[in-house]
Every structure is written in C-alpha cells, then in structure tokens.
C-alpha cells in the first residue's frame, strides 16, 4: 500500500514545529524583538503561492480575478519580506559588545 | 525545472530560515542569520519563477509589483522609530494574514494552476486545508489591525468588553468549523466568502478585550496565527518551504506568548478572555493621597547616584513613550565617569513587545552585556546601592509577593525595594495599568521623581 503524500508533508510539518521548538528557546531574550520581525519575514514566503496564483492561466488574459488576488498578494508579501528583513538588519546593527578599554 | 529539483531547492529554503532563526542565539551571530534568511527567500522566490516558467508580459507584472511593494517596505523599514517597532509588528503581521487568504482565493477560484482539481469539484484535503489557511489568515488580518490600532494609540487601549462576549466568540469559531464542513460538501463559492468573513470578524472580536499592557500576549499569539496560516497554504501549495517556515514561526510566536504569559503569572486563556485593565481604578486612586511619600528633584537624585557605588536602571514602556532611552545613556555615561557600575535589568513583559527594551537601549548605544534580564540580576538589587526606575511600574510591585489578594500575585517582580534606595520616575502616583497601587512609592527609601522620565533624566545629567 502506497503512502499518501500528505503523510509526508505533516511529518516535515511535525518535525519542523519540533526544530522551532528547539531553536526558538535557545534565542536570547534580548533579541525577541528581532526574532518577531525576522519570522515576519521569512513568513511571507508565502509570495511563493502568490507568484503562482499571479501567473496561473492564459497568456492573453493575465488579469483575471484570480490573477488579481495573486498580485495583490504579492505587494503585501513584498512589502513584508523588504521591510522584515531590513528593519531586522537596521536592529541587528545596534546590538554592540561593551568596548574593551 | 522538474517539480522534484524544486522541491529541493524548497527544502534549502527552509533550512536556510531555520539557520537564521539560530542566529538569534546571540547577538554576534544574528546578522549573519539574516542573511541565510534573504538567501533562503531569494532562493524561493527564483525557483518558483523557474518552476512555473511563464516568462510572458505577466512576468513583467510580478516583478513591477514586487519592486512597488519591495520599495513600500524598504521605504517603512528605514524611516520607522524604534518606539515604533511594536506596531510595525503587528502591521506586517496583518500584511502576512491577508496574503494567505488572497492566495487562498486564489486557488479556490483557479484551482487547476494549482493541481488541485477543477473549480467545483477540488479536493477534499486541499479544500479543508486552503480554507483552514484563509480562516487563519484571516483572523490574522483584523485582528494584528485592532492591535495596531491599538499600539499606535488610534483605538483606546483599554480593554472593550460586552455582555457574553465569549459566548458569541464561541458561537462564531463553531460557525466557522461548520461552514468548513458544508463547503467540502457543497464546494460552494459563497460558503467560501462566508468564512472569510466570519474569520475576520472573529478576529475583531477576539483582540478587542485585550488590554494595553497585555499587547505582548497578543502580538506574539498573531505572530503565532501568521505562521499557522502560511503552513496550512503551505499544504495546500505542497510547498515544503512554506510548511517548514509556517511550522517554525507558528511555534515561535507560541513560545512567545508562552514566555510573556509566564512574565505575567497568568495562564494564556486569562490573558485572551481579555478585560484585566478594566480593575475598578477609581476604588484605588481614592486612598492613594492619604499615604506619605517622599519626593526629590533632579538634583537630589543625582547626589544620590553620583555617590553610590552601583546603580541598577530599571526601564519599562514609560521610557519608551518618553523616548527617554538616549538621555538615559548619557546620564549612564555620566555616572561611569565617576566610577560608578551601572547595569540594567529588564522585566520579561516590560514595554510593548517581547525586547522591546533591548532594542531601545541598543538604540541608544548600551552595550547589550550590561543589560540582564529578571533571572540574571534579581539578586543584584540586595548589593545594589540605587535602582532608578524609569517608567516601570507593576513589574517592580512588591505587593505580588506579599498579598495574595493582589490581581498580580504570583507575577514575578523585579526584588528593586531591596536596594538601598529606590529613585522611581513617574508623572504621578496613578496606579500602573494593572490599576493596583504600587507599593513602592510609599516605602522609607523610595524617593520619587515626578517628572516626565525624559525631562528629569536631562535634568540629572545636567546637575552630574
């Protein structure tokens, strides 16, 4: 008997809540704030299904209300992969060691 | 490319965000995780142009509309304060939600582009799953909106509560569970719209109980619902990178509130069931007068510190929304010129978002090894000449370890009545958002400072 692909998938699922589980704890609680605005980020990596909802169907018409959603939804996750991952540096540049005299 | 390579190469993506999660553990290695991270997006976003291969005038569209919303975001991200960081949070947050129900419409409406059947007859799971994913993300949406509106000030913080509130909540995620059930049978495309809108409303009602002061709980709980909407996308695009990512910062904003709940010593469901800040306060501000307390100016402070030989700096949301962070450093460089060790303890809840003092003081240039959180210095403060408390308040309460009648008894607190003397700046006596008095304020060496904690912090550095 054949193994649903699903089955698959909710193991990668199952296995990564644990791996971020894991991961996340060990974050320092100083860099919370950074950690919020990076897994903001790396979230919009949902552009992924945006850029195939946007480019889905025929050449001629690239603007069905399918495709709209696809493009609106790609500004949004822009808009989120830009911002988080700058304004994440622009945190991350601030954190500095005690000068050694 | 062939759709297993792409899998592949979704998988890389995935492990590169986990990396750059790791980065976080210290500060040394946090940027180098960033940049695993934009790798690990740039990697998607290229493979997924390659695996759909329509390099047609619709190529040119998503990219004319990924450099708009790319420059809005980089436009945002350079010119945002960093007072301002929980409501940008939460702002992307919503961003998040509303592309995962966009997306969910998407396929529902086109299913084919996504191998998931045809439009009336979609598969059974991917239909459970795409809905899941736009009920998420749609409670996502309005609810990171109530937040922001709240964060930002334009909504009251105060908590809003009516009359079997829960019960219509209750009632309202049952509905959702319901249309999701007719919609498998019935694939209809108004059941469809119906849960969309039913999420968002749900997602309105579930924020606006929540008070100011809980807005960490909150924010990290929508952090937690965005990556729970990307991974139920995720199955429904079988995109392994979405699933990964989805589950990592699922359990993230899930510690999170975990971590912040724990700050408060109250369990998740007190928390979201909302309406603490609304504590009768008149009842409390009536006997407040009646207690002495003694109160300093600028100058008596600074004797005080100028002569101690260690100062702890306490520094809650007050300091934030005086933006007092930079006068602070320099009153710190100050006093280290004459000698004395300065050190700064935070309080798990303090301010607005999980670190958000940390960043505020990094701001400012304070070094991050001389900022500790409760655990590392609540021991300190036995040893330590003046705790000055710049706009804290319920977290240095000693009444949460005397009186187990208090609301906050349990929370763990800041031991800063221990210290020699306490210097606490406050505008005035009013009680803390829990709307409990502060013990403190009345104890023999606390002396009070009221000023706004920008103002007074000039001051002392003036008069040092």
Redesign the interface.
Known sequence: MEIDPFIFRLSIFILSIFVGYYVVWSVTPSLHTPLMSVTNAISSVIIVGAIIAALAGSTENIFETSNVFGFLAIVLAAVNIFGGFLVTQRMLQMYKKKKNK | MSANLSALF?LI??IL??L???G????ET??Q??YF??A??VI??IV??LS?S?F????I??LI??????????F???R?P?TA?PE??AG??S??G???V??A???F??P???NLGVVGNIKL?SLIEMSLGAAIGAITFSGSIIAFLKLRGIMSGSPITFKGQHFINLILGFLIIFLIFYLCNSQSTNIFWSIIVVSFIVGVLLIIPIGGADMPVV??ML?SY??WA??G?????????????????????A??SY?MCKGMNRSFFNVILGGWGATDQTKSAANIEQKPVKSGNADDAAFLMKNASSVIIVPGYGMAVAQAQHALREMVDALKKNGVKVSYA?H?VAGR????M??LL??A?V?????F?LEEINNDFANCDVAYVIGANDVTNPVAKSDPQSPIYGMPVLDVEKSKSVLFVKRSLSPGYAGIDNDLFYRDNTLMLFADAKKMTEEIVKSL
Do not use: C, Q, W
Request: glycine letters at 12%.
């Open positions: 979704y993506s995935g965000f986990i750059a999660l790791r976080l553990s210290s500060p946090s940027r995780g960033n991270g934009i690990g997006m998607s976003i997924t142009f759909v329509n047609g005038s619709g190529f569209y998503v509309f990924l450099l708009i919303g790319g420059s809005i975001g980089a945002i991200a350079f945002i960093m960081m940008l949070v992307f947050h961003l998040v509303l592309a995962a966009f997306v419409i998407s396929a409406l086109k084919e582009a996504f799971a924010i990290s952090n965005s990556g990307a991974a996308i995720g199955f429904t695009l079988e995109n392994t990178a979405l699933i990964i990512t989805g589950a990592l910062v699922g359990s993230s904003g510690i999170l971590i935070i798990p978002m999980p670190g958000h940390n960043v990094a701001e240039n070094p991050y090894d001389e900022v959180e």
